[in-house]
């Protein structure tokens, strides 16, 4: 059986790789098409010598009825190709299978019905050389180790397998919370004698969380990440850090609380603009007595075998949240660094790093302006900035969408400060909420969730990031415990009362959970195993407690393939060669594919990418007269949505947003054609300005910092309001298909809410490997061609809704 699938099977009882997906619109014509390539092969074995292969693009006229590839070749190179698939989801992880080319084959490309996307890359330059990717994890959370400890033994070493073993995630990153979070089953603190500055009473064994179960889980995790993994130089090592949500209530100023109708301090919520009685100034004793907290949770968890090799300052510092919270600003936590945090763990941990914001990326750029310019005196002692991949507002299906471009911006602040070789940028918060794929039950939403971290990981590996860490490592089958009744996802789940042989009357929910399910109703539990499984919840692994959900199994594609050490090289999903034809629209049609947009919704951000004919990249212009440009679409639970082009870029992100069509959020634009242009463009010029502008303003492509980073200037640069007469502002529109392109990058790139259907990221591994990631969330398969500079490494197909991991020796 194949290394990596003997613990995690595709079905119960395979002995061969489960059979590659085809498209129903090619299922009665694969057999024709398997003989006409299998006769064009057998032609070109005329000459072996090894050479690059010719590529010929095929016109219209010739290309085959069929529309989708029905096979995956490779020319020179060895590849492994696994695929998960919405189409078959009962088989994550599958083999696909891949003939291997003669050298001197020639490779046709746009040969069938769909034109083939051009997966380009350069798997030799390496665009962050002076930072490797950490790897990937999640949080050792109170609600995980209750839910872990829930399980039988053979639960628990599944757990841990899943996790961190070698046929699972091999996660290598783990967060720890200092004292109570939400997560928890109520406050907590390890020191609850009032104004005990010396913090004597302090619980040098942290015997809570020693109870809890919390050590133990990560004990296993690091036992078993090391015996899996430690073959390779930078892999087998955990990276493990820890982040406070409040300090013990007699440290906080006091807030007001509606529900006790005083004021009182509480772990609970924070006072504004910081939280610590006393301030941060340099004789300020909570502070002090708060950083030598930091100092002895670090000695008692090091006493207890975990090292860990960094903290933050403070999760999400800018939220005085309803659970667990102490809020600072960028000042006051500069200042908290520099006169307390900073020097205790100087003295008595030099070898832990300090990680600034731990907290959304719309603000990242303002903190590590405060926090690392030249005249920062907490700058010597910050290593790193952390940050959520959070809206932060209450669209929690923009969670995962927002900031790129900000990641790109810090990558271009931290050369601007001499920190790009050696400043850690982690991501050290995300997760899906509320509740979870298994208890909600919809295929449509949880397979979304697992599209949006692939994403988003790649995305944030594409601006720099060094890693990517989830929140809870397994919760209860309704996303809990947690004391505030903030239910969310994890990529596993323990179900107990589903493991072979316990009691029919054994319960749903530990005791431990006092929420019950989102309309009273988990509809996973309402699931045999059998259809569990055919719905991408292998059995095999409800059989001893545990839910696997399929965004566990998009994780692994990029976890399990990018290991610690790995580096980005360059990718981008270009558009297709020698005719009209893009890669999900025909070139005699103007209906755009891919199926409805899922991301034409209010707050999602004007972007462009290299054009790819698909709904993500269709707009009405001049919408019922009213001069607003409009996408339209629908959400992950099919309700229809509309929005609008709007009328201001946002003050954090820098970039126009989609936003309300109505006249207080919609930008009024006149589409005007510049009579004097070669190529007949256009500029969108806006006439409904928030404030009076001493010159026009029009619709502009604002480049990104950081060179776009691994996806180059044409992947993902912002839309932005400029000058009417530079070369940005002029478009090419399409008023039947709605698409409106430019040249400004000299290749085409057309206006993108939000990122295309199909994208990629590519990696240098340690072993020599490279490992590229194909996702594509259209509800449309895709053809692609994978470049390596000029030399075609495979050509082969994605069905819709799926993800590859491509392995190239």
Not at 2 to 26: H, L, Q, S
Not at 710 to 734: F, H, M, N, T, V
Request: one cysteine or more; glycine letters at 8%.
């Amino acid at each position: 059986m194949r290394e990596g699938y003997e613990f995690i099977p595709v079905t119960e009882n395979d002995t061969e790789p489960p059979p590659r997906p085809i498209d129903k619109k090619i299922a009665t014509a694969v057999v024709a098409v398997l003989l006409v390539v299998a006769s064009g092969i057998v032609l070109t074995r005329q000459n072996h010598s090894p050479r690059v292969p010719k590529v010929i693009v095929l016109p219209p006229e010739e290309q085959d009825e069929v529309l989708i590839r029905p096979n995956c070749v490779s020319y020179g190179r060895t590849v492994t190709v696994l695929q998960t698939s919405m189409q078959t989801p009962d088989h994550p992880w599958a083999p696909v299978p891949c003939d291997k080319a003669p050298h001197d084959n020639v490779v046709e490309l746009n040969s069938f019905g769909l034109p083939d996307a051009i997966l380009q890359t350069n798997l030799s330059n390496i665009v962050f050389p002076h930072s490797t990717i950490k790897g990937f994890g999640g949080a050792f959370t109170e609600a995980a180790a209750l839910n872990f400890q829930q399980l039988s033994m053979k639960g628990k070493e599944t757990v841990m397998e899943l996790l961190f073993g070698k046929s699972g995630l091999g996660y290598t990153l783990g967060r720890f919370p200092i004292n109570s979070c939400d997560f928890s089953v109520q406050s907590y603190t390890f020191d609850e004698t009032a104004d005990d500055f010396e913090l004597n009473d302090f619980d040098t064994g942290v015997h809570h969380d020693v109870e809890s179960g919390m050590v133990d889980m990560a004990l296993r995790a690091v036992s078993t990440l090391r015996q899996a993994w430690s073959d390779g130089a930078d892999d087998g090592e955990m990276f493990l850090y820890a982040s406070p949500w409040s300090p013990p209530a007699w440290m906080k100023t006091p807030t007001y609380h509606w529900e006790q109708n005083k004021t009182f301090a509480s772990m609970t919520g924070s006072a504004l603009p910081q939280c610590l009685k006393d301030g941060v100034g340099p004789d300020s004793e909570y502070a002090k007595s708060w950083a030598l907290y930091f100092s002895k949770f670090l000695t008692a968890y090091k006493n207890l075998g975990l090292s860990l090799s960094a903290v933050t300052v403070q999760n999400e510092p800018e939220f005085p949240a309803p659970w667990e919270a102490c809020a600072y600003d960028s000042e006051s936590q500069h200042d908290f660094v520099a006169n307390h945090l900073g020097p205790r763990l100087r003295q008595d941990h030099p070898d832990v790093k300090i990680l600034a914001f731990d907290h959304n990326k719309d603000h990242i750029n303002q903190w590590a302006n405060t926090m690392l310019n030249e005249s920062s005196q907490a700058k010597p002692y910050i290593s790193g900035t952390a940050y959520h991949w959070y809206a932060g507002g209450m669209d929690r299906l923009l969670d995962g969408a927002l900031g790129i471009p900000n990641m790109h911006r810090l990558q271009a602040q931290l050369r601007e400060y001499g920190l790009l070789s050696e400043h850690i940028v982690l991501g050290s918060e995300s997760c899906h909420c509320p509740t979870t794929g298994y208890a909600g039950g919809s295929p449509e939403i949880y397979w979304s969730r697992a599209e949006r971290y692939a994403h988003t990981i790649l995305a944030d590996l594409a601006a720099g990031s060094h890693g990517w860490v989830e929140w809870n490592l397994i919760l209860d089958g309704i996303g809990g415990p947690n004391h505030l009744n903030n239910l969310c996802e994890a990529t596993i789940l323990a179900v107990p009362h589903r493991a072979v042989g316990m009691a029919p009357d054994y319960p749903h929910l530990p005791s431990f959970e006092k929420q019950k399910p989102f309309g009273n109703v988990s509809l996973g539990d309402g699931r045999t195993r059998e259809e569990l499984n055919a719905l991408g919840f292998p059995a095999k692994f409800l059989d001893v407690g545990v839910v696997v959900q399929p965004i566990y199994f998009y994780m692994g594609h990029i976890s399990r393939h990018v290991r610690p050490g790995s580096y980005a090289v360059s990718a981008l999903v270009q558009e297709s060669l020698g005719n009209s034809s893009k890669i999900f629209r025909h070139a005699d049609s103007v209906v755009m594919g891919g199926g409805q947009n899922d991301l034409a919704r209010n707050g999602i951000e004007l972007t462009v990418w290299p054009c790819e004919g698909s709904t993500r990249q269709q707009f009405k212009w001049n919408i019922d007269d009213r001069k607003h440009i409009q996408v339209y679409g629908h959400d992950w639970l099919g309700t229809p949505t509309t929005s609008c082009i709007g009328r201001e870029p946002d003050v954090d992100l820098l970039g126009l947003r989609l936003d309300e069509c109505d006249e207080n959020h919609a930008g009024t634009f006149d589409v005007l054609l510049l009579t004097d242009d070669p190529d007949g463009r256009y500029i969108v010029k806006l006439l409904n300005p928030v404030k009076a502008k001493k010159r026009d303003e029009c619709l502009v492509i604002l480049e990104l910092h950081n060179g776009g980073g691994a996806y180059g200037p044409r992947g993902g640069a912002q839309i932005s309001l400029g000058d009417c007469e530079s070369e940005a502002a002029k478009w090419s529109l399409d008023l039947n298909s709605g698409e409106a392109s430019s040249k400004y990058f000299g290749d085409d790139v057309c206006l993108t809410t939000g990122w295309p259907f199909l994208q990629m990221g590519a990696f240098q591994t340690p072993t020599g490997d490279n490992t590229i990631v194909i996702l594509n969330e259209a509800n449309d398969p895709a053809n692609f061609a994978l470049k390596d500079g000029d030399a075609v490494l495979l050509t082969s197909s994605i069905p819709s809704r799926s993800i590859q991991t491509i392995i190239v020796s």
